[in-house]
């Protein structure tokens, strides 16, 4: 069945069942001109949003349609958890090609509630449209926090020690094997598959340390270690140097990396997709934030480098050499092969 | 020159000049994982979101890409107005064909960030991306206001008189103006044609009837006029009787007619695209209401009709006779032709 065959009308009213998971603060939620709700007194609102387009950012049989949905909102849950900030409510926008199934949009449709019920974020609303050849999503999500506990990317010292709240790289070794067509035989390489299209996003870990009060600067990691890390260096005018023997790798990406004869640091350093947050903390408070993370979530923050003031991103490798880093950028429209840090840009716009 | 030629960080660069017109309570714009920014404190928020995609809510060839980002904006601004709110925050989301060159994207932020800046109204972030074949934006816009004077569709009373903030028809007649190809030969079809490609969201006038505590729903014309009182008589459970005799009609409008050989009801009633507003305010109230609009804004406010118990959608011409108004909803997969108002659905999804 297609979408015309029910008309927009009948679909939005079943797109609007279990949107609202939170009733406070809501006033209205679809149907009217606009969605209208209280944002919690005494907080600041953040909002992150991303667009993804068929044959730019997925390509439909390479995963399921609840997967995708699933993923397109967790990559933005993951601006926020970036920021410290409490996901509340999302506004999905949608163009569906004439082409698309019913069933196609239920998939999608339930994986974003799946994925936004479990952080109690509501679906408050969005736009519905008809698109001639690709199917389109814009996800737009709005969270709250204290404004003095706030995460930003410029904020970054000399000295701070840098941590990766997850391994690195499984994802991009998860999409090696979509790409090149490998079945996931094993469970390591069915793990890997699972962190590229379902990747958990870290909202409870990034709310965690922002109430710490110890983090200075924090990002996620979408475009890859090296390239999210430059952000914050850029913006925060800074360098960095990251320690080789030290850069989390999961024994999933190392049985990888075995079998397929990859190098699991070039996963790592320039993998993308991970979703884990890196931040710097100064290094007095290292030991009793790595403290109070493993007591809360019970597995270890990584502790993989430090703030430099070369302003180059840089790593010693395990006989100690210190080599540059090129960050893999990526660029949407000119992959840049200059070596340097590109200039600071970040998720919003 | 292309996008390509410059790189997305460049342009970046470039789009975030202008965008902040309005400092306090920022925390941060573009550049980071999300926007950071304060609501003011005993304000609900508002957000209202739309996606437009070439061939399918626009043709390049059509319209200037100035006018194309000025629209785009206004469209959600008219949203935010037809709950009595004040718009805030932008959020443009872009994806880009390979073709597109930067004068084009020059001018539609132009145009996003002239009508941004005359409504005191940051772009605080977006995303951007590349498109394989259509150019596609959504814009976000979020405002704020009392709660208490929200203005919702679903509260029309029976009984309630119905008004508009201006005339309806124009944007349709200068729509077929472009689909027909005619040059627009006389200041009156310049109007129609303005009105088209450039409407004003009637920000300031549903702030103003917002405060006067009086109107009981609202809405704005973007389907037309039938279709759009369609969507508060069915979520209110109401009807409505029209009077053909005072439905606002432009000079403009008219002399396109009679040249034409249009007519102007049919205009006014299926055009859409007005970005006027319809609300409905007590009898008791319409005196007071009419006054202080005219005091204000120095023009009329125009009474069109009255709700009714009837449920449905009716209109007396000029001899009297009541004749039934069948809603000319735009649904973008299926077009109702059942004669049935449309199930009440709304502007968010």
Redesign the interface.
Known sequence: MK???????????R??RGCLVRKDAV?????????????P?HR????????L?????FLKKATSAFNLGYKALAVNLS??A??G?EPR?A??????PEDCTLDYLDGLYAGMKHLAARHRVN????????????L?L?I?V??TMP?EE?L???TAQIGDVIFSTGFLGDSRAGLHLILEDIPPDTPALEKLLNAHLKPRPHVEEGRFLATLGAVHA???VSDGLSSDLGHILR?SNVGALLDATKIPVSPALKSFCARFSGDPLDYALSGGEDYVLLMTVPPEAEKRVLAAFEKTFHRPLFAIGRITPSKKLEITDASGRILPVFPSGW????P?TSGFL????????
Do not use: C, Y
């Open positions: 979408l015309k065959d029910i008309g927009e009308f009948a679909w939005i009213d797109v609007r006033l209205k939620g679809i149907g009217d001109d606009a969605a209208v709700f209280h944002v007194p600041a609102t953040l909002v992150t949003t991303d667009l387009v068929e044959r730019v950012h601006d926020i970036a920021m900030g409510e506004f999905i926008s949608i163009a569906i679906i408050l609303g969005g736009d519905t449209t008809a698109s001639k050849t690709d389109i814009n737009m709005l969270g404004a706030i930003f990317r410029h924090a990002i996620d913006s660029d949407h429209f000119k840049d590109p200039p600071d840009q970040g998720g919003p716009v």
